[in-house]
Every structure is written in C-alpha cells, then in structure tokens.
C-alpha cells in the first residue's frame, strides 16, 4: 500500500531558481527509504517539505492517499528526529520523551505507559529522570529516537540522526534503528550524507545531486548498475574508478599501452567513440605477468587489515585509479605490478551528460559473489 | 616580579573601590550623627544612635512611599518582561515580511531620549485620569526597547530545530513560548527583570510628574522632601532615608550579580 506520494515536488526560495527539480516518489507501507546526496543537494529540504517545516513551491505530497501540501506539520500524524536531536534543555529524559504527547489526548498513565517500553527498548530506562546535559551524544540520540518512538506515527522522519556520533556507536545505531523499524513497522524517511548508511539501512533510496533526483532503487541495483556517473563516484567507498577512453567495436584504448577487447560484443550502438569507463575497485584484480591488461605503477597502499587499497596510474599521472584487493599487500611507491580489468564489471558511461550507456552486468549481486569464489 | 604586579594591581583595584565606596559608606556614616556632629565634618559617629531612622518614618510617610516605589517597580519589572519577551519570540521565531526592518526600528527607538517623550506621555496619562495611580506610573515602561534586544539575543541561540520539534509534536505557540523559551532563557529574565526593577526603582522625573499626593509617591521623590521641607536639611536624617531606600538596591544586586554579568555580555560572542 502506498503510504506517501510525492508528485513533481518542487521548491523555491526566490521564485526563479528550483533547489528541488520535479521529485517523483513513492513510499511503501512499512518501507526503510533513503535519501542519500552530498551536502547542499536538498536532501533536507525534501524531508522538511514532508514534514510540513517548509513550503511546498510546486506539485503534491500526499499522505494515504490524502493531499497534505497545506496540513500543518501535526496533522500530518508524523514523528522526527533531528540532526542536533532537538531535546529540551530544561526537561529531564522522561518529560522530553513524552513531551507534546497531552496534545494528541493520551492519558497520563498511556504516556508513562509508552515512556517506559520506548526507554527500555533503547535501553535509557535507568537515565529517565536525568537532564540531556548529563547523557552522552550516544544517549541523547536515543532520546531523540524515543520521542519519535511514543508518538506511535506511522511514518518517521530523520535528518542525519547519526552525523553527530563516533564512528562505533554509529555502527551500532545504524543496526539499532534499523531493528526498531522493523519491529514497529513505521515507515522511514532517512537523510543522510553519508553513503554507507544508505547502502546498509535502505530497503530504498534515492541518490540526489544538486535538486535533481539521480536514481531511485535497491541498494545494491544503484551500486552495480550506477545510472550516472555521479551515482556511480557517490556510491562505494572508495569509489568507482571513472575514467576517459575512446572506445571502437575493436577493443576499449584506456591508454596507448592498455586497450581492453571491446565486452560489448557487436553492441556498435553504444559504441561511440567518447566514453568514459567506469570499475569498481574490487573488479581490478592483480593478475598472472602474461594475462595481465597493464603493468602499472603504484603511487600509495593502503592497508586496512582485510584488505589493501592500492592506488596506481596507468600511463596519465593525473589520472589515479584505486584497486581493493583482499589480504594484506606490501607494495612501495613506484613499484610496478600487473594487473587484469575484470570485463564482467565494467561500466560506460557517456561522456556528454554522464549517463551510463552500458553495464556488463545485468545487476544482480551474482558478480560480487563470483569474486568471493575466485 | 609577579608579587610586585599584583601588589601594584590590587592597590589600584583598593584606591578605587575606597573612591567608589566612600560616598555611601559617608552616607552611611552620617545617618547616624547628630546636626552637630555633621557640621563638624566628622568621619564616624560618636555613638550608634537610631533616632534619625525614628525620625525619617515621622517626617515623611516612608512606609507609603517604600511600599509604593515596590509595588510600581514590581509592575513594571512584570510588564516589561511579558511585553519584551512576547516582542523578541515574534522577532525570533516567527516569520513574517520586513521582520528585520521592524525591528530595527523598534531598536533605533533606542535613541530617542526618554525625556524627549515625557511630555506627549504626561498629557496621554493625564486625559486618561491616570495620574496619581499605579496606572499612570507603569504603563508607559511596559514597552522596552532594549529589554527586546536583549532577550531577542539569546531566543537566538536556542536552536531552531526546538520550535521546529515542537511543531511537529503539535504544540501550539504560546504553549512553546511558555513551557521552552521562558524556562530556557531564565538567566536572560532575571537579568532584565534585575535592570528593569532598579531602574524603576530609580526613577525621579515621571513620578515626579504624575503624581501629587503622598498616598501616590514613591521614595525618591520622599527623599526630595527631606531635603527640602525646612530652610536648613537635617542631613542626619536625610541619609537615614537614603540608607533605607538604597537597601532594596543593594540586596537586589548582591543576589543577582552573577546573573547580571551572564545575562548582560550573553550573545555578546557569536
């Protein structure tokens, strides 16, 4: 069932210039969307649209089925949780959670009722009577969260809840909200900058880039079948490899001493000349001296334990590409090693308007899981 | 060499306290001499006598003045409060078209004197039949340019995303302006309701003006009949009044001075 719908949103400040071009939209019950972007893309202003904190320019929002562009933001039978969490100084954690609770007529028992399974399902029930000054950044977030958690709405907002952690609680968190969605069955609207979070929270999301709307998908669709390259260079960390080449029904000229056979087998249409190739990191592969595509020369390494990032040029300096190769490798700047394109991973992208032309893989994960056998 | 500095430091700071303090501790001193012990230009009394305290109730009705002056200041410290705050929410948290314009003028009122519109305001007051009133010595200070200002600083730093929550939560205006902004902001009110109740409490001309009968006056103006009712003052008795009247001040600041200093450079940073 379509919870909230999204119909050519648009918003304006001045009148003139659109800072959110035409959002088409829709939400399942139930559902754990994203909305991913870098920062000043508009993410926020979406989210706050929906929420009923800023104007709607242009289009419309609707909630089940009902049209909320001018409901105030408490008709709209929502919760939020902040970036900066939002809590009064002045009240302790209890009064905070149930803070604003008497206005939807619950009873006080119903309200301590509430107060009590939220804190204890987030684990705050021995801070209840504490001021949020006294609680660390990780406590106050599941304050925040509480408070969403009482209103029992069915659709929760969050505005980059987690930006203010360390790097473990945010793990944790990340896990943790995830759970509690689950279990309550809300629906989720999510912002983040952060493309990790999306990758690993979103049952959906959508990538925006200045206002516009890039791709809408599965997590894992966007990563193996990027639409632009914006998407393809946002998503993965490190990101994927974009690079210029010229490409003819021959073969792909990375550079005058790499030219890759052509994957696309007869496909001339997509074959223009100007092309830039797209690989993940994980899809370049050390190779055997006589199968190697290209000896190249590594610039850093980077090893993280499990796996090593190497970042090496081919024949332009300016051009740095990144390899992830599982295991630990020891290689010094300068060094010059071998190493094989897996054909089965690479993207084209059009070099005009970045659009992708051509993805080996039809989008199933079945690549990833080949890599792991190898 | 750090002794030296601080030797020198803290003499400074003494010079200047024993110039700062002299006045009222002279004062003080003087409310319990006699006429003749004044004229002799005495330092200290010779002995710890009360009788011009005695005296000061029976010359004039200082119990109706006290009592005046604090019921007036109170009103005031009240209005300004209420009107300064409920000014500086509207100027901070809600939006409308030439906000900063408006108040900017509102600010630039500032400048005016208070003297230049004492005559407009006595005449409102005395068409009103205000005078001789509380009426007429309060209203015309609810209003507060700076009290706005200075409250409108700290509704500043509150966060936006508060009112925002609250939205959200469906709490309406006022309840957000009652139950989070005011108990928020509480160092910022005391500060101003500290200023605004001295600054009251001070005051000389208006009351002066709007008032004529002794069941109306408020002490200041009772400190001005001391002074005058006969040829030669009875400075004894003078500052016994003075001593008494200046009290209510000195309490008042000794309770509130930490949050005086707060309040007033609060949101001076940022």
Known sequence: MTHVELAGLKKSYDGKK????????????????VLVGPSGCGKSTILRMIAGLE???????????????????????????????????????????????????????????RCLEAADMLGLAEYLKRKPRELSGGQRQRVA????????????????????????????????????????????IYVTHDQTEAMTMADRMMILHEGEAMQIGKPLDIYNQPANTFVAS???????????????????????????????????????????????PEHILFSAPEQADAVVEVVNTEVLGTETLITFILDNAKEQWIARWNGQWQFSVGDRIPIRFDLDAIHLFSKDNGRLLWAANDGQPNQTAKEVLR | MILA????????????????????????????????????????????????????????PLLTYLLNSFVTSAIVMGGQLLVSSLAAFAFVFIKFKGRDFVF??????????????????????QSLGWTNSYLGLTIPFFALAFGTFLLRQHFKTIPQELYEASQVAGISRFRFFWNVILPVSRSSLITLGIYSFLTNWNMYLWPLLVTNTESARTVQIGLKQLQTQEIASDWGIVMAGVVIVILPTLLLLFAGQKKLQKGLTQGAIK
Request: glycine fraction near 6%; aromatic fraction near 8%; hydrophobic fraction near 45%.
């Open chain 2, 104 to 125: 900017f003028l509102f600010i630039s009122t500032m400048m005016i004197p208070w003297e230049a519109t004492m005559v407009p305001n006595f005449m409102t007051i």
């Open chain 1, 145 to 188: 969260l509480a408070r969403a958690i009482v209103t029992q709405a069915p659709l929760c907002l969050m505005d980059e809840p987690l930006s203010n952690l360390d790097a473990k609680l945010r793990t944790r968190m990340r896990s943790e909200i995830r759970q509690i969605q689950r279990k309550l069955g809300i629906t989720m």
């Open chain 1, 55 to 113: 104007p709607i320019t242009d289009g419309e929002l609707f909630v089940n089925g009902k049209r909320m562009n001018d409901a105030p933001p408490n008709k709209r039978d929502l919760s939020m949780v902040f970036q900066n969490y939002a809590l009064y100084p002045h009240l302790n954690v209890e009064q905070n959670i149930t803070f604003g609770l008497h206005t939807k007529k619950i009873s006080r028992e119903e309200q301590k009722r």
């Open chain 1, 18 to 33: 659109n800072v959110i071009e035409q959002v088409d939209l829709q939400l399942q019950q139930g559902e754990f969307f």
């Open chain 1, 234 to 280: 946002f998503i993965g960390s490190p990101a994927m490899n974009v690079m210029e080449a010229d490409v003819s029904p021959s073969g792909i000229v990375l550079s005058p001493h790499c030219t890759l056979p052509n994957p696309m087998k007869g496909n001339v249409k997509a074959a223009s000349k100007n092309v830039q190739i797209g690989i993940r």
């Open chain 2, 5 to 60: 500095k601080r030797i020198s430091l803290y003499t400074v700071l003494v010079i200047c306290a024993i110039i700062m303090m002299f006045p009222i501790f002279y004062a003080f001193s003087i409310s319990f001499m006699d006429g003749g012990e004044v004229m002799g230009g005495q330092l200290l009394p010779s002995s710890l006598s009360l009788d011009n305290y005695l005296e000061v109730f029976k010359k004039v």
